[in-house]
């Protein structure tokens, strides 16, 4: 077996190569999390990107100016701050919060004054003018510097949390992607070996993986192939034997009863009492009877080897015809009425005309040998574009429950139900030469039980 290898190739195992690719993985998400900080950080820097404690701190810075600005100039508030202005009589002046946010302040502001439990994340400062009162209120939040962007972009830690997360999803896809690929890369040896001995080409030229492992049962491939190849060779040289032998016997046989034959009708051919002419006949009648069987035996053997078919168009009247006139000289022996029924469209067939001819002479053989004299036999052709089905229908014993399982094989007989002269090929050979057109052999019994149907189905077609 040819086995063809790749120089220097480096082997890795798979637990090694998973490692790598997890490696990879790992690092690539840790490079994408540095990157991610050092834009954090440079927007830290620049003044794009506010830190949590940059509104306490500018709060601080505009304590006085607010406290000392008459009137109040709502400009003063640092961004992202929002107030409340309430005079002294407690009543909410002005403010750029919506109702529902002042209500919850002033409820903080509250648990402020009293030393109750508040929100940790949410500030006031309040902020005490000659006539008001100024709360302004913050959070503890990171902020982008950018009005714009703080209202329609989640919050920063927030969105580098999700460009994270979608980064890890995405490096795990490909990571998993090119894992996968390479491990279908290295697989095609394996399928590729299995494929040919499927297709029973022995000489698989296998080519090795980088995987350790996949090189381990690459060898078992084709170290499987290599026995499979003796085995087969070893089988085709004992079946070439025992056909040799078949026909070297059938051959050797055949020298002694031409002697035989030659020597019984020379004897008929002189004068002979009754009982002596009864036992010449007899050896004569046996003599023929050996030839039937040295000649099945020499169709039995060109049968399996005869794999090729001569496929061309033909005449379906003609066939059919054909057909016939052979049904006809098996039927007048018995005195058995013969009946020929078709039907179907089609008037040229492709196929080989010779084995299809021969394939229902078979089954018809078969049906009058089962039939009792004065019996009936029908012959029903059906012909269409892409098959023929041949229909053959008799008045005998029917097929046991044993014979409708297994009477197309080969050398099948039933020696309680059929006689001696049934040797089991005519319905093989008819089998073996509907599957050679893509067809089938069905056996049955008629249902009113008198009788049997075999039903041959040709197709178009060449295997």
Not at 291 to 301: F, I, P
Request: aromatic share 8%.
């Amino acid at each position: 077996m040819a086995v063809s290898r790749t120089l220097n190739r480096r082997t890795v195992s798979l637990y090694k190569l998973f490692l790598r690719y997890l490696a990879v993985f790992c690092l690539t998400t840790i490079l994408f999390a540095g990157v991610v900080i050092l834009c954090a950080s440079a927007g830290f820097q620049s003044g794009f990107v506010l830190q949590a404690n940059y509104a306490e701190r500018a709060v601080g810075e505009a304590r006085d100016r607010i406290a000392r600005s008459e009137p109040f100039d709502r400009a003063l508030i640092p961004f992202p701050c929002t107030y409340i202005l309430i005079d002294r009589d407690g009543t909410v002046v002005e403010s750029d919060m919506a109702s529902g946010e002042i209500d919850r302040a002033l409820g903080q502001i509250r648990a402020l004054l009293s030393n109750a439990p508040r929100d940790a994340m949410h500030q006031y400062a309040l902020i005490e003018r000659a006539d008001s009162v100024c709360v302004v209120c913050y959070d503890m939040y990171v902020h982008f510097a950018s009005p714009i962007l703080d209202q329609w972009l989640p919050r920063p830690e927030l969105l580098a949390m999700l460009i994270l997360l979608a980064f890890f999803l995405l490096d795990a896809f490909v990571t998993a992607v090119r894992f996968g690929r390479r491990l279908k890369r290295e697989l095609e040896p394996i399928v590729t070996a299995v494929d040919r001995i499927a297709g029973q080409e022995l000489d698989l030229g296998v080519t090795v993986t980088g995987i350790g492992e996949f090189n381990t049962v690459l060898r078992s491939i084709q170290d499987m192939g290599d026995a499979l190849e003796r085995s087969l060779k070893e089988q085709w040289e004992l079946e070439q034997d025992r056909r040799m032998q078949i026909s070297s016997v059938a051959h050797d046989i055949k020298i002694p009863l031409t002697v035989i034959r030659g020597n019984a009708e020379l004897l008929l051919e002189g004068e002979l009492s009754g009982e002596e002419r009864d036992l010449t006949e007899g050896i004569c009648a046996g003599v023929s009877r050996i030839e039937k069987y040295l000649g099945l035996l020499s169709d039995a053997v060109r049968t399996e080897d005869a794999q090729a078919m001569t496929a061309e168009d033909f005449s379906v009247e003609t066939c059919v015809g054909e057909i016939e006139q052979q049904a006809l000289s098996l039927c007048r022996s018995k005195e058995i009425a013969l009946t020929v029924r078709k039907a179907g469209s089609s008037e040229i067939f492709y196929g080989d005309r010779e084995l299809i001819v021969r394939a229902v002479s078979d089954i018809l053989d078969n049906a009058v040998e089962h039939t009792p004299r004065q019996g009936a036999v029908e012959l029903s052709v059906t012909a269409d574009v892409d098959k023929l089905v041949f229909r053959v229908t008799d008045s005998g014993t029917g097929f046991s429950d044993s014979a409708l399982k297994y009477a197309a094989r080969q050398f099948y007989t039933e020696c309680e139900e059929r006689s001696g002269k049934h040797y089991g090929l005519g319905l093989f050979i008819a089998a073996r030469a509907a599957g050679q057109h893509g067809g089938s052999l069905v056996t049955a019994n008629r249902e009113d039980g008198n009788g049997a149907v075999v039903t041959l189905t040709i197709g178009s077609y060449i295997y």
